[in-house]
């Protein structure tokens, strides 16, 4: 016998957050649990299925408040039509101001679903984890949809990177993350909002793509010193982050509008 149970996301934080971002996303996942022998022998693994417009992050959410592992998720940078959904008329507030249809587009990756196969159990070891994030990976560049991504792990923190997308005409295409790009800060005392803030506008710099701060952030008001000296902007992110608590992590969500492609930056905490 199949069992399925929705599970929200802890206290709903990415599903707000994407909310604000993507007002229209479908944000929902769900566990089932995989009958792997006879009726006495308790099951070992259930299928987790997601439906979002983003499913590898909403998965990434899902999986990091199961088994409390702090997993970083960043957008591709979507270009292909195809792959983007018009929500202009849905979205904008300010459609009165523009003649008809001359509004400057909002777009959104299109929903689909992915499902993988993961432990039952509530705690799992780092190379469970590890091949749990692969699975979920290979999963989304056969779906043929969105993005392509690689996972590296940093002692205990994963990162979902993204390494390709289409581009406007539809194929495929390396489109590495911005936060590969090196970046310098001076060494100096600052909060969680001025830590990020610097960081943001370092990438934005050196990448020519503006990252702006989401979510989550400014709660904070410790001093934190931190500095950088052309180093990757994911290793002083990682740094600056894992210094605001052991248990919090990131996503880096791309908004495409027809006059500005950005990235947002939030926080999210992990765990109970």
Same mark, same amino acid.
């Given at each position: 016998?199949?069992?399925?149970?929705?599970?929200?996301?802890?206290?709903?934080?990415?599903?707000?957050?994407?909310?604000?971002?993507?007002?229209?996303?479908?944000?929902?996942?769900?566990?089932?649990?995989?009958?792997?022998?006879?009726?006495?022998?308790?099951?070992?693994?259930?299928?987790?299925?997601?439906?979002?417009?983003?499913?590898?992050?909403?998965?990434?959410?899902?999986?990091?408040? %199961?088994?409390?592992?702090?997993?970083?998720?960043?957008?591709?940078?979507?270009?292909?039509?195809?792959?983007?959904?018009?929500?202009? #008329?849905?979205?904008? %507030?300010?459609?009165?101001?523009?003649?008809?249809?001359?509004?400057?587009?909002?777009?959104?990756?299109?929903?689909? !679903?992915?499902?993988?196969?993961?432990?039952?159990?509530?705690?799992?070891?780092?190379?469970?984890?590890?091949?749990?994030?692969?699975?979920? &990976?290979?999963?989304?560049?056969?779906?043929?949809?969105?993005?392509?991504? #690689?996972?590296?792990?940093?002692?205990?923190?994963?990162?979902?990177?993204?390494?390709?997308?289409?581009?406007?005409?539809?194929?495929?295409?390396?489109?590495?993350?911005?936060?590969? &790009?090196?970046?310098?800060?001076?060494?100096?005392?600052?909060?969680?909002?001025? !830590?990020?803030?610097?960081?943001?506008?370092?990438?934005?710099?050196?990448?020519?793509?503006?990252?702006?701060?989401?979510?989550?952030?400014?709660?904070?008001?410790?001093?934190?010193?931190?500095?950088?000296?052309?180093? #990757?902007?994911?290793?002083?992110?990682?740094?600056?982050?894992?210094?605001?608590?052991?248990?919090?992590?990131?996503?880096?969500?791309?908004?495409?509008?027809?006059?500005?492609?950005?990235?947002?930056?939030?926080?999210?905490?992990?765990?109970?």
């Amino acid at each position: 016998m199949v069992t399925v149970t929705a599970i929200e996301l802890r206290k709903g934080k990415l599903h707000r957050l994407l909310a604000r971002v993507l007002p229209l996303s479908l944000i929902a996942y769900g566990f089932a649990c995989c009958d792997l022998g006879s009726a006495q022998t308790a099951p070992t693994s259930e299928a987790l299925t997601v439906d979002d417009p983003r499913p590898v992050a909403q998965a990434v959410q899902a999986l990091a408040s %199961r088994y409390g592992y702090v997993i970083t998720y960043e957008d591709p940078r979507y270009a292909y039509e195809g792959d983007l959904a018009d929500v202009t #008329n849905d979205v904008r %507030r300010d459609l009165g101001r523009y003649a008809s249809g001359k509004a400057p587009k909002v777009l959104v990756p299109f929903a689909y !679903t992915l499902t993988l196969s993961v432990p039952t159990a509530s705690t799992i070891d780092v190379q469970t984890m590890s091949a749990i994030l692969q699975q979920l &990976v290979q999963a989304q560049s056969a779906s043929n949809h969105g993005g392509h991504f #690689n996972i590296e792990r940093d002692g205990a923190i994963f990162h979902v990177i993204p390494t390709g997308a289409r581009d406007r005409q539809g194929n495929w295409s390396q489109r590495p993350s911005i936060l590969d &790009v090196p970046i310098s800060l001076p060494t100096e005392k600052r909060d969680e909002h001025a !830590t990020l803030a610097a960081i943001c506008g370092a990438v934005s710099a050196a990448s020519n793509v503006k990252v702006e701060i989401g979510g989550g952030v400014g709660g904070l008001v410790q001093q934190y010193l931190l500095g950088a000296d052309h180093e #990757n902007a994911r290793s002083v992110l990682t740094r600056a982050v894992t210094a605001f608590g052991p248990k919090i992590s990131w996503v880096l969500l791309y908004g495409n509008q027809s006059t500005d492609d950005a990235y947002s930056l939030s926080l999210i905490p992990v765990g109970p």
